[in-house]
């Protein structure tokens, strides 16, 4: 990808799934002096839950109040999915959004399609976390003082004990004692994340009993 550079138009877009690597990926575009203008969630055809990590539609704006930046949601199936990503996607090409940040780390197939649907309108696609170790995130990620709380995690790799456990190194090591990547980039576990260097204020996330739905053991809120 080609960087934008320091005379060109810096607003961005962030794909936001209110996650570590999300969240990661947005303070490390603003460092580089991007300017995050939207953060953009797919949600569940009802509107009431992420997509990606099943967060309740409150948390997601209680992050972009706390971020001060706007957010745009929209209802989608997974088999829509992309579609519904294209119309936010043609609603900024008439506008002053440069690039889309994403929080991929090394998973070919996520990167080339975001660069394939931002291509489609002519704008970058932002990857700062792109082939970065993914231990060195998670310590950065820590180091930075993020707040990720694990909120969903596959029932036939970890125990529901993780459930409501905040990424810290004594946890990374806990995680990695299992035998799976403690980074969870391919499914093993999603977070919140309720605090960090962007927030004005911490979010308040209520954990509630733990339910198991497709696969998946969730903190319901």
């Given at each position: 990808?080609?960087?934008?550079?320091?005379?060109?138009?810096?607003?961005?877009?962030?794909?936001?799934?209110?996650?570590?690597?999300?969240?990661?990926?947005?303070?490390?575009?603003?460092?580089?002096?991007?300017?995050?203008?939207?953060?953009?969630?797919?949600?569940?055809?009802?509107?009431?839950?992420?997509?990606?990590?099943?967060?309740?539609?409150?948390?997601?704006?209680?992050?972009?109040?706390?971020?001060?930046?706007?957010?745009?949601?929209?209802?989608?199936?997974?088999?829509?999915?992309?579609?519904?990503?294209?119309?936010?996607?043609?609603?900024?090409?008439?506008?002053d959004i440069a690039a889309g940040?994403?929080?991929?780390?090394?998973?070919?197939?996520?990167?080339?399609?975001?660069?394939?649907?931002?291509?489609?309108?002519?704008?970058?696609?932002?990857?700062?976390?792109?082939?970065?170790?993914?231990?060195?995130?998670?310590?950065?990620?820590?180091?930075?003082?993020?707040?990720?709380?694990?909120?969903?995690?596959?029932?036939?790799?970890?125990?529901?004990?993780?459930?409501?456990?905040?990424?810290?190194?004594?946890?990374?090591?806990e995680i990695s004692k299992t035998?799976?990547?403690?980074?969870?980039?391919?499914?093993?576990?999603?977070?919140?994340?309720?605090?960090?260097?962007?927030?004005?204020?911490?979010?308040k996330f209520d954990l509630n009993?733990?339910?198991?739905?497709?696969?998946?053991?969730?903190?319901?809120?």
């Amino acid at each position: 990808m080609r960087p934008i550079t320091k005379i060109e138009n810096k607003n961005v877009f962030s794909s936001w799934s209110g996650g570590k690597d999300s969240a990661l990926a947005l303070y490390l575009a603003a460092q580089e002096g991007y300017v995050p203008r939207f953060l953009v969630t797919m949600m569940t055809e009802d509107g009431k839950r992420t997509r990606a990590h099943g967060l309740p539609l409150s948390i997601i704006q209680a992050q972009a109040s706390s971020l001060q930046i706007s957010l745009i949601t929209r209802k989608t199936t997974w088999e829509d999915y992309e579609k519904t990503f294209l119309s936010v996607l043609h609603g900024f090409k008439e506008g002053d959004i440069a690039a889309g940040v994403f929080g991929d780390i090394d998973i070919d197939a996520h990167k080339e399609w975001t660069e394939r649907l931002c291509a489609s309108i002519s704008i970058e696609s932002y990857e700062p976390l792109w082939k970065k170790p993914r231990i060195f995130l998670l310590e950065t990620l820590i180091g930075l003082g993020f707040k990720a709380t694990i909120v969903s995690l596959k029932s036939r790799v970890m125990d529901k004990s993780f459930l409501g456990k905040t990424l810290d190194r004594n946890l990374i090591k806990e995680i990695s004692k299992t035998g799976i990547d403690p980074s969870g980039e391919n499914g093993e576990y999603h977070t919140v994340v309720t605090d960090g260097p962007l927030f004005s204020h911490p979010i308040k996330f209520d954990l509630n009993k733990p339910i198991l739905k497709n696969g998946y053991w969730v903190l319901t809120s």
